[in-house]
Structure formats: structure tokens, C-alpha cells
């Protein structure tokens, strides 16, 4: 364990943008085969990857803000270049052929659907009417409208108001008199001249 901690480069550091590289590089006693020479050489050439790395990156930064700016000049703002990326990504999506077999297959069953529901719609039909022209079906019935004469008052052939009165006291033999209705009153605007 002392011969990994004696000398040797921790794996886990990297120089920072602007650090010097030729300093935080230790040279390792587990690398015998560089001369003095060589190693002179690859630090020279660090520090002309740094310097050019560096340029680069000094470059794009230009590039980007000249880019902005021509962006500006036209009017080009973020959210016009997402409506455009957004629409071009549509137009790519329903133009390909996964978007095209799976609309295909979704109208397909959409169809078959449609005429499952149908189908299903018009064997409800014919079994209910299979069942109320049933025997049993026209006993109920018949009982059924029995029980409704039976319940219902009878119906004399007086007025609305009549009918209404008989229906809320449930005794068709008591008669309520009639209530004169009520005249309007109008009123007459008197204007002061």
C-alpha cells in the first residue's frame, strides 16, 4: 500500500481551463522508459495543446456571440427557432413510414371497433325484443299496466286546475272550488307637466 501512495498521481484530479498542465503532472517512477529528453518533448507539446485548446475556445465564443447578433439583426428570436424546430420535427415524424403503418393500423382498428359496437348495439336489440315478445314477459306486462289502472285516479273532464286538485288530494270525489284568478293591475304613469 505505500509503494501506490508514494509518488503516483491521483487518478481522480484534472487540471482546471487556465491551469498549468506541466505542473500537476508528477512524473511517475513506474514510467522508466521516457528519457529526459522525451519527456521535454510531451511537455512541450502539453503546453501547445493547452495554448491551442485555449485559442479554440476563445474562437467559438466569438462565433456564438457573432452568431447571436446576425440572430438579433434577423429578427430570429429563441422561441421562433423552437416553433421551427418543433414544426420540422412534426413534418419529419408524420412524414415517416413508423408514423404512417401505425396510423394505418390505428384506423384500422378504429373501424373494426366501430362495427363491433354496431354489431353489438343491434344483438341488444334483437334480444330485447326476443324477450318481450316472451309469454312471461307479456304477463308482467299485462300486470303491470293493471297495477297502473288500478293507482291512477280517474280522470274527470274537468280543467287543468281540476285534474291537478284531484291528483294532490288523491280522492277523486272531493272537488275543490275554483279560485277566481287574479286580474293584473296596471299601472298608469302620471307625468308632471
Do not use: C
Not at 285516479?153 to 277566481?180: H, I, Y
Request: proline share 5%; aromatic share 4%; charged share 25%.
Amino acid at each position: 500500500m505505500e509503494e501506490a501512495d508514494q509518488g503516483a498521481v491521483r487518478p481522480d484530479f484534472t487540471p482546471e481551463l487556465g491551469e498549468d498542465a506541466v505542473t500537476s503532472v508528477a512524473v511517475s517512477p513506474a514510467i522508466p522508459t521516457l528519457t529526459e529528453e522525451e519527456q521535454e518533448e510531451l511537455r512541450g507539446e502539453l503546453l501547445r495543446v493547452e495554448d491551442e485548446i485555449l485559442t479554440l475556445s476563445q474562437v467559438l465564443a466569438t462565433k456564438e456571440n457573432q452568431l447571436a447578433d446576425i440572430k438579433r439583426k434577423l429578427g430570429i428570436t429563441p422561441l421562433n427557432e423552437l416553433k421551427q424546430n418543433l414544426s420540422k420535427s412534426w413534418h419529419e415524424v408524420t412524414t415517416s413510414t413508423a408514423y404512417k403503418k401505425t396510423s394505418e393500423g390505428l384506423s384500422v382498428a378504429g373501424q373494426k371497433a366501430t362495427a363491433a359496437f354496431n354489431n353489438m348495439g343491434s344483438a341488444i336489440s334483437r334480444k330485447f325484443e326476443d324477450v318481450r315478445n316472451t309469454p312471461t314477459f307479456k304477463s308482467f306486462e299485462e300486470k303491470v299496466e293493471t297495477l297502473k289502472v288500478k293507482m291512477s285516479p280517474t280522470v274527470s273532464q274537468g280543467d287543468f286546475g281540476d285534474v291537478l286538485t284531484s291528483t294532490a288530494t288523491s280522492d277523486p270525489s272531493v272537488v275543490v272550488e275554483k279560485q277566481p284568478e287574479a286580474t293584473p293591475i296596471v299601472f298608469q304613469e302620471e307625468h308632471l307637466q
